[in-house]
Each structure stands twice: as structure tokens, then as C-alpha cells.
């Protein structure tokens, strides 16, 4: 199959074109021109690659991309873009304004993917932003909503909410197994695609680093380069990873293709992989053909477990999916969020009163009518209400008990946030639940969340109010 179905609207290709490298060749305020971008992009088009991956942080990619759709006149071409707001809340005006941009950039009058990212889960405006794009959806302006760099957690919380998304598109290469287990698993059952990004490493995987000396992250290197090679130290170091190289250039050189092509194969085919995207150096690089054979590429068995085994001689990168973006450590280029996002806004406003207590408020009517507090501090100790899977309206989670929890756990931790604290700062969690029999799922969820903290816990069976909850948590914290 060369390519892949995403829903009864959207079809790409199984090997993406991707555009990221456009804000790298503009980062010195050198902006392409859009024309001779164009026909770069042409010439891929030109060669059977049909689909092209991009973002509104993308230096000018979207406004190249529109003018190689309308200037060629084509319409047999798949643009997929991202949105990518700053923390914080966002109104329903914001939204709209973000998405009329990208439809205007890209010279179209619907999105066909829009792939949406979140920086703080503790912070839930990011449910009112996807809120507001199904919202737009419904309206035309968007045909598919996809997620990017989202953890299994959080992509499990959006589909149990009943939430319709098509894709995750995630870092999966040789370097990040993460997507292989517990991600692989809900995406199959949901019936979602990985769109992998990340495959060649930023050029890592290339005969041109085989058996040479381990670099310097520096600014001599691309943005990509930077990013990858904190992916290489943190997966294995540069020794392991010449062993990689090794392998993979015996077996491209049984199939007379490049060390990148066998890097990508082998993830193109891993089961719910939609499509993998290959970044595109306009006007400076552009490996059409080598690219082309990944489409038609099948490793052998023998030569999958050739890499599985130097693979299994590897670190496992920490965290989830999209953690790299949350929390320590960045593998970003610059090795932090600077280049991202200037600082994490509060999750909620917060009072100080005249005690000299100051409460954190989520906004839930039940805070109004009941008068009390979603969190209260008072010197160094943060006490969190009970609290249930509720934001607004919404009841987020459907009635999945793991996916409430770890909602509960969100805005137990954007409330500690907000009163200076952070979750490892937890000593006690107490936990509520309606029926017994789902007290596992309820405990894995917060063993994912707690294992490095170990606060201490109690779990009993209780009678909670609204037939819609499943389970209701308060916490303490103490802040050194």
C-alpha cells in the first residue's frame, strides 16, 4: 500500500513531505520566495508525492503551499497543517481568527487536516480549544482534526470524550520506540493513524555519519540536527548508535538504497503507522528518489530483527509521546521550550484573602453554589478540593474510569500549579470510587502519574454525587 486512509475524506500518502525545515532556512529573517518554493514543491508533486505536512509556526510554509496548489492548479494535493497556540486560555474568537489564517495562507476554503497540540494538560483550556474546532468543523471550515504530540493518556481522554480524531502525529523512528506499545494499541482499537515524524533523524541516518567523530550541539548544526542528536545521547550515545548505522548500512547496501530509506521503511510498515513524513530542504536538498523507494520498500524479516536486536541494545527515550515537549528532558533543539513558548501561563485565577490564604478557583459551578475552593494554600501546604472529571459543561472521559482519573489528576495538578506548587510536590491522595470493580483501571492511572512521587494514598468505595462520575480525588501538597 502506498497510501493511507485517514477517513471517507481524507487519503494521503503513505511517505509525507514535510515542511519544517522552511522555518530553518528562514531563521535569520532570510524568508523564501514563495514562487521558487513552489516549484520545489512541484517537483515532488511531479514524482507522485501528493501530500505535504505543515504548521502555523512553520516560518512561511503555509503561504509557500498555497501558492504551489493555486499556481499549478491542483487539486488532487493534500495540505495538512497544525495549530499550535501559545499556553494559556484562548477564546472562542482566537480560535477561529487562528484557523481563518491558515485557510487564507493556504488560498482554501477547508482544512483538510488540522493537527492540533497542547503544552500544559494541567491546564484545560486545551479542551476548550479542541471544543472549538470540532465547533468549526461542523461549520466546514475544517474536514479532519488530528492531534500531534500527544501521549496515550491524553489521546484515550479525547476519544473516550467522544471527540473525533483521525491521527497523532508523534516522533517514531529508530531512535524513539515509545509509540510502539500502549499508543500502537489505542490507535488500532480507535481506529487512528500514527503519522510518524523524527524517521531519519534529521539526517542522522545517513551513510555521511557513519563511523565519523560525535558532534558538537552547536549552531553549526541544523535545528533538526540539534534536536536529534539529544534523541541519539538520550536513546543510547553516539557508540551505540554508530552499531545502528552499521546495521542499517548492510542491509541498504542488499537493497541498493540509502541508510535513510531502510530507517523510514521499517517504521512506515510498523502496524498503525499512517504515513511517515520526510523533511524537505526547499532549494537546498532534496532526495526525491531515494524517498520514492520507501514507498515501495519491504524489509525482510531477518532484517527487521537484525535492527530489533541493536534496538533492544538501546535506552528507552523517557516519558511518553510528546513528553519530550513537557517536561524534562527537552529534546528540542535548544534543550528547552525557548524556541517554543516564553513561559506556561496559570491554569486558574487565584485569590488572596486577608488570613493570608490563597485559593485557586476552576471555575465549576459547584465552587459557586457549595462556596468553597478548588484549592486552597496557606504557607507552604496546598489542599485540593474533591474533584470530578467535570470542565464546564463537559464531562471529560466518557465513562472510561482511567480517562477520568487522569482528567481529575490534570486539574489536580493545574491547581497546584496555580498556588505555586508542582505535582511531585504531593504528599496525600485520597480517591473515591462508585463501583469497586473498576478500582485497577483507576490505580494504573495513578501509577502513571504518581510512580516517581509516591504520595501516600487511600482508595475506598463511596457514593458519589452524579450518576455520571466514576471517580472523585482530592490531594495535599507541600511546597519546599
Not at 531563521?27 to 520545489?40: C, E, G, M, S
Request: with cysteine; charged share 20%; hydrophobic share 40%.
Amino acid at each position: 500500500m502506498t497510501t493511507s486512509k485517514l477517513s471517507d475524506t481524507l487519503t494521503i500518502s503513505k511517505v509525507l513531505i514535510g515542511l519544517w525545515q522552511v522555518a530553518d532556512l528562514e531563521r535569520n529573517n532570510q524568508k523564501l520566495d514563495p514562487l521558487v518554493a513552489a516549484k520545489a514543491l512541484h517537483s515532488y508533486y511531479e514524482q507522485g508525492f501528493t501530500s505535504f505536512d505543515m504548521a502555523d509556526h512553520y516560518g512561511s510554509a503555509e503561504e509557500i503551499s498555497g501558492v504551489f496548489k493555486q499556481t499549478y492548479g491542483l487539486n488532487n494535493v493534500q495540505l495538512l497543517t497544525k495549530w499550535v497556540p501559545s499556553p494559556g486560555a484562548i477564546s472562542p474568537k482566537q480560535i477561529q481568527e487562528a484557523v481563518k489564517s491558515s485557510l487564507k495562507k493556504l488560498q482554501v476554503e477547508q482544512i483538510q487536516l488540522l493537527q492540533f497540540h497542547a503544552w500544559n494538560y494541567a491546564d484545560p483550556s486545551w479542551l476548550d480549544c479542541l471544543f472549538g474546532l470540532q465547533k468549526l468543523k461542523e461549520e466546514g471550515l475544517i474536514a479532519n482534526i488530528g492531534l500531534t504530540n500527544f501521549d496515550e493518556a491524553h489521546l484515550n481522554m479525547v476519544i473516550q470524550t467522544g471527540m473525533p480524531v483521525v491521527s497523532n502525529q508523534i516522533c517514531y523512528s529508530l531512535l524513539d520506540q515509545r509509540a510502539a506499545h500502549k499508543m500502537t494499541t489505542t490507535c488500532l482499537a480507535n481506529n487512528i493513524k500514527i503519522l510518524a515524524f523524527g524517521t531519519v533523524a534529521g539526517g542522522f541516518f545517513s551513510e555521511k555519519w557513519l563511523h565519523q567523530p560525535e558532534p558538537v550541539i552547536n549552531e553549526a548544526l541544523t535545528w533538526s540536527q540539534m534536536k536529534y542528536k539529544r534523541y541519539i545521547d538520550a536513546a543510547g550515545g553516539w557508540d551505540w548508535y554508530q552499531s545502528l548505522l552499521e546495521t542499517l548500512d548492510k542491509i541498504a547496501k542488499k537493497h541498493q538504497v540509502s541508510i535513510a530509506t531502510i530507517a523510514s521503511a521499517y517504521i512506515k510498515d510498523l502496524p498503525a503507522v499512517g504515513g511517515v513524513i520526510v523533511g524537505a530542504r526547499l532549494g537546498v536538498s532534496a532526495h526525491i528518489d531515494e524517498n520514492k523507494k520507501i514507498l515501495t520498500l519491504t524489509l525482510l524479516e531477518t532484517e527487521r530483527e537484525a535492527i530489533k536486536k541493536v534496538l533492544a541494545q538501546g535506552k528507552t527515550i523517557p516519558g511518553d509521546c510528546g513528553d519530550e515537549y513537557r517536561k524534562p528532558p527537552y529534546l528540542t533543539a535548544s534543550g528547552d521550550l525557548s524556541h517554543h513558548v516564553k513561559e506556561i501561563a496559570s491554569p486558574y485565577p487565584t485569590i488572596k484573602d486577608a488570613s493570608g490564604k490563597t485559593k485557586a478557583l476552576s471555575g465549576t459551578s459547584w465552587e459557586t453554589m457549595a462556596g468553597y475552593s478548588r484549592a486552597v494554600r496557606k504557607g507552604n501546604r496546598i489542599l485540593v478540593s474533591g474533584t470530578t472529571a467535570t470542565h464546564g459543561s463537559h464531562l471529560i472521559g466518557g465513562n472510561d474510569p482511567a480517562a477520568q482519573a487522569h482528567f481529575i489528576f490534570d486539574k489536580i495538578e493545574g491547581a497546584i500549579q496555580s498556588l505555586g506548587g508542582k505535582l511531585e510536590d504531593v504528599v496525600r491522595i485520597r480517591i473515591f470510587i462508585k463501583d469497586i470493580s473498576q478500582w485497577e483501571a483507576i490505580a494504573r492511572a495513578h501509577g502513571h502519574r504518581f510512580a516517581h512521587i509516591q504520595p501516600v494514598n487511600t482508595m475506598v468505595q463511596a457514593n458519589l454525587i452524579g450518576e455520571e462520575y466514576l471517580v472523585e480525588i482530592e490531594a495535599e501538597a507541600i511546597v519546599e
